[in-house]
T-cell receptor, first 114, second 111 residues
């Protein structure tokens, strides 16, 4: 069973509001991923980290999404100005190594933008 | 770019029926092929993986096979139970990159 902890489980925000979600990766896992799963079950990779460093990320030129994994604190994903299209399940996953298929997912944060 | 296609959106079965789900992929290099299962209110869980080096994986009664010629991979179970009702995702993994998921097959098993 996965030990990736995501909070909150549910998040409701108005359009234009900030939405912040957190993730505690499995103990000893330095690699963290964020994915967005929409209502059509389509997964979109957002960003991943190794320790505090960004490994890969999608083009976030719209600048509404930001993420970090500070030392000794939960990782976080924040949407600066929520839009209706951001409504989705945000999944955090962790792994022991970057090149490792054993990726463990949390239960996700369900964001609803009204 | 790399992609994976999972066309079966919904499969409805009765207990003890045979389950078969198929995915095709297109990648630039040899990938690892994976099957994830997602139950309601949960994140995806790794069910099986198949590398091109070994063409079959078996876990919890499920079997994953791979056909290099057609670049397809399959998930099957000989006799499903109601507890197997879930969404099954195929995915491909290429070293160091993020997973690429299919769009999922919702499997509903009635008693």
């Amino acid at each position: 069973n996965s030990k990736v902890i995501q909070t909150p489980r549910y998040l409701v925000k108005g359009q234009g509001q900030k939405a912040k979600m957190r993730c505690i990766p499995e103990k000893g896992h330095p690699v963290v991923f964020w994915y967005q799963q929409n209502k059509n079950n389509e997964f979109k990779f957002l960003i991943n980290f190794q320790n505090q460093e960004v490994l890969q990320q999608i083009d976030m030129t719209e600048k509404r999404f930001s993420a970090e994994c500070p030392s000794n604190s939960p990782c976080s994903l924040e949407i600066q100005s929520s839009e209706a299209g951001d409504s989705a399940l945000y999944l955090c996953a962790s792994s022991l190594r970057q090149a490792n298929t054993e990726v463990f997912f949390g239960k996700g944060t369900r964001l609803t933008v009204v | 770019g790399d992609s994976v296609t999972q066309k079966q959106g919904q499969v409805t079965l009765s207990e003890d029926d045979f389950l078969f789900i198929n995915c095709t992929y297109s990648t630039t290099t040899y990938p690892t092929l994976l099957w994830y299962v997602q139950y309601p209110g949960q994140g995806p869980q790794l069910l099986l993986k198949v590398t091109t080096a070994n063409n079959k994986g078996i876990s919890r009664g499920f079997e994953a096979t791979y056909d290099k010629g057609t670049t397809s991979f399959h998930l099957q179970k000989a006799s499903v139970q109601e507890s197997d009702s879930a969404v099954y995702f195929c995915a491909v993994y290429q070293g160091g990159r993020a997973l690429i998921f299919g769009t999922g097959t919702t499997v509903s098993v009635s008693p």
